[in-house]
């Protein structure tokens, strides 16, 4: 799920980010100051075809107000829940007539959110659920997944290279820049680029949520890394030393991409010790 | 579906009736001018959705709201007031809409659209 922090006190916003994290465990939660950055960021997710679960907005915001800025987000984002954080009660009415759902007085409190949450009465942990799955990567000779002993296939080839490239990476998060410069060596960073990555980024997501593992992609505005943490992996082997790891090592990693050419010259060299 | 209407003003929970069996025809509404018939009503029978008055005799609209919840927990309420001062307190009960009077078929369509 998406869901959208909007409060332009910084410190307030960083706590309420902490408290949404607390109920929002595995979810993409992404903060602004502004509300014009709010809706740059809705109208970024619409034109991925991705949806705004929730947003929780101050309403004293400069510029624009929160119940402003929730009346444009809804007209992107026709199914956003929209609840409002603020220290005032005078916008309760107001609230209530542009169909939020929820109305918190500042502090906000993670319990307060899952009680607003709860009075809902739908299924609002609805990406919670994905069961714990056996995930493989093979990553010498030729890269692929595997999920559950099943070879995964991507919708698009870029798709799985970038996968690969995420686990190549280790963990580390990679900006979308750096995503254009590995799948498009030779084509400048710019607006098409940079949207072509992000329709990539977009199937790989679709792909590894179909198989319910969307939650190995950690995403944060602009960054994206793979949860190493849930993955099993040939070259994370080798690195600690493990011996069957080592001696299934044949001189070739991930052998369809020519980024990979630097790790493979680092484990030849370790190999050969 | 079955929705309760509780208003003790007779006249304007004629009204209130005529309002919502306009936007829900095939729907049973149920009106009572008095909060303990209305309470003693959802005792014995489902009820999915009310509209409520917030302030009426012997008790409030926030109290009978408790009570509908205590019958039906997935119960859709809705209150009913000639000023905004209790929007703040709805939110915190978890009303589901807060309308300010007069009440009118649009107003009623506007509650459910969400």
Known sequence: MNILAVDDERLILDDMKVELRKVFEDDEIVGFEGG?????????????????????LDINLRGMTGIELAK?????????????????????????RMHAVGYLLKPVE????????????????????????????????????????????????????????LIDRNGA???????????????????????????????????????????IIVKTWNHIAADTSKIKC???????????????YRGEYMAQYSWAEMTNAD?????HR | MVIMLVQNNKKELKHLISCVAAVFPEDQVIGFDNPIRAMEYATKNQVDMC?????????????????????????????????????????????NDYIVRPITTEAIKHTIEA
Not at chain 1, 38 to 50: P, R
């Open chain 1, 173 to 215: 998060a990679i900006t979308t820049g750096e995503i254009v410069s590995i799948l498009w060596e030779d084509r400048p960073s710019d607006k098409t680029t940079l949207n072509q990555a992000h329709t990539i980024i977009s199937s790989m997501k679709k792909t590894l949520k179909e198989l319910g593992i969307g939650n």
């Open chain 2, 51 to 95: 509209f409520a008055d917030v302030e009426m005799k012997a008790t409030s609209g926030f109290a009978l709201a408790e009570k509908l919840r205590n019958c039906n927990k997935n119960i859709r309420i809705n209150l009913i007031s000639d000023v905004i001062d209790y929007a703040i307190d709805a939110w915190r009960f978890h009303i």
């Open chain 1, 110 to 165: 993670a319990k307060h959110i899952i009680e607003t949450l709860d009075a809902l009465n739908i299924d609002w942990k609805n990406t919670g659920n994905e069961l714990p799955k056996d995930i493989r990567v093979q990553t010498f000779g030729n890269f692929e997944l595997f999920v559950d002993n099943h070879q995964v296939s991507f919708q698009r080839e870029k798709a799985k290279e970038l996968f690969a490239y």
């Open chain 1, 267 to 271: 484990l030849m060299e370790k190999a």
């Open chain 1, 234 to 248: 040939d070259v994370y082997d080798f690195y600690k030393g493990d011996a069957i790891a080592i001696n299934s």
């Open chain 1, 36 to 56: 014009n950055e709010a809706i740059d960021y809705a109208n970024d997710l619409a034109a991925h075809d991705e949806k705004l679960d929730y947003a929780f």
């Open chain 1, 72 to 96: 444009k987000l809804k007209d992107i984002h026709h199914e956003t829940k929209i609840i409002f954080c603020t220290a005032y009660s005078e916008y309760a009415y107001d609230a209530f």
